[in-house]
């Protein structure tokens, strides 16, 4: 059974597409300390009590840690112990991060026992059959210089414009379970709406070493349920593949799609079966049966079109910062996106915690899926005209995000990197190869969703499965001028400002604006409105409106223009809430209403042109 404290903060089952009954949250009080020099190995830390405390999961400079650090912390260390639950013994403990920013080091009993690189994406670390209290010491390393994945963290002291407060450290669950010398791996299901099944890849996973123990005579089984009880099952043997695929077909009168009208969830249950079917392994998730496709200019939900009434979500938090304080907060901000009228969101530069998923799958949330690629610029550098150096790490991450997600219905196109900038070359550049990098790993790891190889400004992947800009023009006729070259195959396109190709020729496919809006709304604000942004105080978009009803006639007109376009599949207003000074969104910081959040709702009701089609 589960074993949690009241008191333990975030302690949810922080895995829900992949669930066992026996685990152990260890988030809560940890011993701590900053490493201003990363020395602390040759000082001995991991030998010794850290000097301060921390409430994990939360990051150092955030309040609900009990730190509030905000200055640059090159390492910092963690220390707890815990005691194994006597009724793991004979099977193997695993320790999970849900996130470490973000180069990790793991020391178990003084011995070191993994590592990771990498602040947005999970990893763990084997600890093989454990008994009695295990001592856990982690650093984590978060330079400030350096091409690396940061999201929207500064690397100034202070916040300016859309950067914001730093994540050092463990910022997601920390949490233990036991499995057997040969465990399930996270399960791959992929909804067959044409065939009416699911389909199941679950990798095994298998302990180290000669003497891991035989499958001979086992057998994967796969049961599909919904509320009135089993509605198929599958069977194939265990022994023959690295990662057993099962199909369990659905009879024709349980087909129940999954939509955001009807967001219906089957169980799953997988189970790993040995001699006399002896259960060896097993875990519960979620599916939900839905397709999605292109036709022509229209992406298709279970054949139909659905035109995209996306938010810009950020995902920080005032006490926080990027992890949510409660896990009701997760599912809040998605009920707050919906009530404004959006059906959706493209996930901000972050990889949000998997719980937030989670929750989209259970509303009918649609999730453009991403990850926190800014920091690729290698500041102050310039090599033959390159200023941004992604790199491979940046793939290694997108590839685990991507493993980590797959299975969730809520997803339903995925994006790797947002506004890169550069001028093409003459040469091949590094971001032409990470570009590729990232689009390839997305359509090798799933060939079910649609994949954009940028979010605005640099498309460099001619087969691209959709196209977008970003364009935060402010006044809707002029906006509806720079929307209108669609029409003739000539969209809008995110240049340099001298003009410079950043992008290779549009080539016709569906196409969306994926950041538009931005609307500079802080009516209690001190700042002046005259379009300068200020990292004190309030910035947006443009000049500021100079009453909420002006507010609600750009919106309306700026929503209008790509709502009654009938090449147009989507859009993505900026944002959901303000985020520190920048204050553009429809809800404050606190998430606190200051707007008419109906009138909102009200503008992006109406049926979409390319949903009236036919």
Request: glycine share 10%.
């Amino acid at each position: 059974m589960p074993r949690t404290d009241a008191d333990v903060p975030r302690a949810e089952y922080p895995r829900p597409s992949m669930r066992r009954p026996d685990w152990t949250c260890l988030n809560g009080t940890w011993e701590f300390e900053v490493d201003a020099a990363d020395s602390g190995l040759e000082r001995g830390l991991t030998e010794r009590p850290l000097d301060g405390s921390i409430v994990v999961p939360f990051a150092p400079e955030s309040r609900l840690s009990g730190v509030g650090r905000t200055d640059f912390m090159p390492a910092v260390w963690y220390r707890r112990r815990f005691t194994v639950p006597q009724e793991w013994a004979g099977r193997r403990t695993l320790l999970h991060f849900g996130a470490v920013d973000h180069e990790a080091t793991v020391w178990v009993d003084g011995e070191r026992a993994g590592s990771h690189l990498g602040g947005f994406a999970p990893f763990t670390v084997d600890l093989g059959r454990r008994s009695g209290t295990v001592e856990i010491v982690v650093r984590a390393r978060d330079p400030r210089s350096g091409p690396q994945a940061r999201g929207k963290q500064s690397t100034r002291y202070d916040n300016y414009e859309c950067l914001y407060t730093r994540t050092t450290g463990i910022w997601q669950t920390v949490w233990a379970e036991p499995v057997p010398d040969v465990s399930l791996g996270r399960p791959r299901i992929t909804p067959d709406l044409a065939g009416e099944s699911f389909h199941v890849e679950q990798p095994l996973r298998r302990a180290a070493g000669r003497h891991a123990p035989s499958l001979a005579g086992a057998h994967l089984r796969v049961t599909v349920s919904d509320a009135a009880g089993v509605v198929g099952t599958g069977r194939v043997r265990a022994d023959l593949d690295l990662a057993p695929r099962v199909t369990v077909r659905l009879p024709a009168d349980r087909v129940r799609t999954w939509s955001p009208a009807d967001p219906h969830l089957y169980a799953v249950r997988v189970e790993l079966l040995g001699p006399a079917d002896r259960v060896l392994d097993a875990v519960d998730g979620d599916a939900g049966l839905r397709s999605v496709t292109i036709d022509g200019n229209a992406v298709l939900l279970n054949g139909e079109p659905v035109f995209l009434r996306l938010v810009l979500d950020q995902g920080y938090y005032p006490d926080g910062l990027m992890t949510a304080p409660s896990d009701d907060a997760l599912r809040a901000d998605i009920e707050l996106a919906m009530a404004a009228g959006f059906n959706g969101a493209r996930l901000h530069e972050k990889v949000f915690e998997e719980r937030f998923l989670h929750h989209a799958d259970r509303l009918g949330y649609l999730v453009w899926g991403e990850f926190g690629d800014w920091g690729a610029v290698a500041e102050g550098t310039v090599a033959d005209g390159e200023y941004q150096r992604p790199t491979t790490n940046f793939v290694t991450q997108w590839l685990e995000v991507l493993e980590r997600d797959y299975s969730h219905p809520s997803v339903i196109g995925w994006c790797g990197l947002n506004e890169t900038h550069q001028p093409i070359g003459d040469h091949r550049q590094v971001l032409d190869d990470v570009t590729r990098a990232m689009f390839l790993a997305a359509k090798a790891m799933d060939t079910s969703r649609p994949v954009l190889d940028a979010s605005g400004y640099s498309h460099r992947v001619p087969e691209s499965d959709v196209w977008d800009s970003h364009n935060y023009t402010q006044d809707p006729a002029a906006f509806a001028e720079a929307m209108s070259g669609l029409a003739q195959d000539r969209p809008d396109t995110n240049r340099g400002g001298d003009g410079a190709r950043w992008s290779l020729p549009y080539g016709g496919q569906p196409w969306f604006c994926s950041e538009f809006g931005g609307i500079w709304w802080r009516p209690d604000a001190d700042a002046t409105r005259d379009g300068s942004r200020d990292a004190d105080s309030s910035w947006g978009y443009g000049e500021a409106p100079r009453s909420e009803e002006e507010f609600h006639h750009r919106f309306a007109g700026l929503t209008a223009v790509l709502l009654d376009d009938p090449l147009m599949f989507g859009y993505c207003y900026t944002q959901l809430t303000d985020v520190f000074q920048e204050q553009n969104g429809i809800y404050s910081f606190d998430r606190s209403e200051k707007l008419d959040v109906a009138r909102i709702r009200d503008a992006q009701r109406r049926p979409a042109a390319c949903e009236r089609r036919g």
